[in-house]
Nanobody, 117 residues
């Protein structure tokens, strides 16, 4: 079955950087839009960034200028480069693949990101 596997999370000091990866398998990756969500303790899951199959990107205001989403269709992988990290970025980060035409979506298992000194 389709798998999405996130990696790259960890503990970083404020101001630091992390690069999350989401490797997919058994997915026609190139036709799927991809997104990163996050969920902090006691809060709802929120959309952080998305990238269409054509490469158009979108970001939540709180991460604009700090985070960059990208995709490598040759590797069936989506990335989230996170710079200037803040304690409020602490959350479990999830990868999602979605295709509205086929009404299809898949989630990864999440990776923990903790920003603390």
């Amino acid at each position: 079955q389709v798998q999405l596997v996130e990696s790259g999370g960890g503990l970083v000091q404020p101001g630091g950087s992390l690069r999350l990866s989401c490797a997919t398998s058994r997915l026609t990756f190139s036709i799927y839009a991809m997104a990163w969500y996050r969920q902090a303790p006691g809060k709802q899951r929120e959309l952080v960034a998305s990238i269409t199959s054509g490469g158009a990107t979108n970001y939540v205001d709180s991460v604009k200028g700090r985070f960059t989403i990208s995709r490598d269709n040759a590797k069936d992988t989506v990335y989230l480069q996170m710079n200037s990290l803040k304690p409020e970025d602490t959350a479990v980060y999830y990868c999602k693949a979605y295709n509205s035409y086929y009404n299809s979506n898949f989630w990864g298992q999440g990776t923990q990101v903790t920003i603390s000194s």
